[in-house]
T-cell receptor, first 112, second 113 residues
Framework: QKEVEQDPGPLSVPEGAIVSLNCTYSNSAFQYFMWYRQYSRKGPELLMYTYSSGNKEDGRFTAQVDKSSKYISLFIRDSQPSDSATYLCAMETKTSYDKVIFGPGTSLSVIP | DTGVSQNPRHKITKRGQNVTFRCDPISEHNRLYWYRQTLGQGPEFLTYFQNEAQLEKSRLLSDRFSAERPKGSFSTLEIQRTEQGDSAMYLC???????????FGPGTRLTVT
């Protein structure tokens, strides 16, 4: 079992839809949870960063962490064609020299 | 642009050749990371520097791979005797001390023929 699991998609939604992206993980020591967006042939771009359980909102993006279920989510409201990208969840303990473990990514297409 | 930069952006090489990539982190960041990403996968950790000290190396980093960060500024990643399995995107990221947010460069795409 991989440490971080993520549905690879592809996920296709119409413009304006609410998108839900999810990851599960097995290592209960993870404390920091991140979402990165990666456009084709580009480096990942940090979108959201949360510590422990709870919600965090930034514009159209909301990140949720449920440590009891080992489950994290990213919600995108009013999705736009420019949101079409691969979304990578990532997580980290603070006992491993800041080594970040990434999920395989979910490919999202927002259709105009 | 004060982001992380990587050079070259693309490299095509023949099997058995040596290649070297360069990463210039964000200037005030003292931590620098190298990752490898293959198609359909997330980045996989290779190695990490704090200033000039290389503090951790992944088991993915075979003896053919070596990374340096002289003077704690830019870093180089060298692959000796390249193999076709080395074909991937090599990503560099940097961060500031204990901060968790890592900022990635655009990557160097290596193709070994």
């Amino acid at each position: 079992q991989k440490e971080v699991e993520q549905d690879p998609g592809p996920l296709s939604v119409p413009e304006g839809a609410i998108v839900s992206l999810n990851c599960t993980y097995s290592n209960s020591a993870f404390q920091y949870f991140m979402w990165y967006r990666q456009y084709s042939r580009k480096g990942p771009e940090l979108l959201m960063y949360t510590y422990s359980s709870g919600n965090k909102e930034d514009g159209r993006f909301t990140a949720q962490v449920d440590k009891s279920s080992k489950y994290i989510s990213l919600f995108i409201r009013d999705s736009q064609p420019s949101d079409s990208a691969t979304y990578l969840c990532a997580m980290e303990t603070k006992t491993s020299y800041d080594k970040v473990i990434f999920g395989p990514g979910t490919s999202l297409s927002v259709i105009p | 642009d004060t982001g992380v930069s990587q050079n070259p952006r693309h490299k095509i090489t023949k099997r058995g050749q040596n290649v070297t990539f360069r990463c210039d982190p964000i200037s005030e960041h003292n931590r620098l990371y190298w990752y490898r990403q293959t198609l359909g996968q997330g980045p996989e950790f290779l190695t990490y520097f704090q200033n000039e000290a290389q503090l951790e190396k992944s088991r993915l980093l075979s003896d053919r791979f070596s990374a340096e960060r002289p003077k704690g500024s830019f870093s180089t990643l060298e692959i000796q005797r390249t193999e076709q399995g080395d074909s991937a995107m090599y990503l560099c990221a940097s961060s500031w001390k204990q901060a968790t947010e890592q900022y990635f460069g655009p990557g160097t795409r290596l193709t070994v023929t």
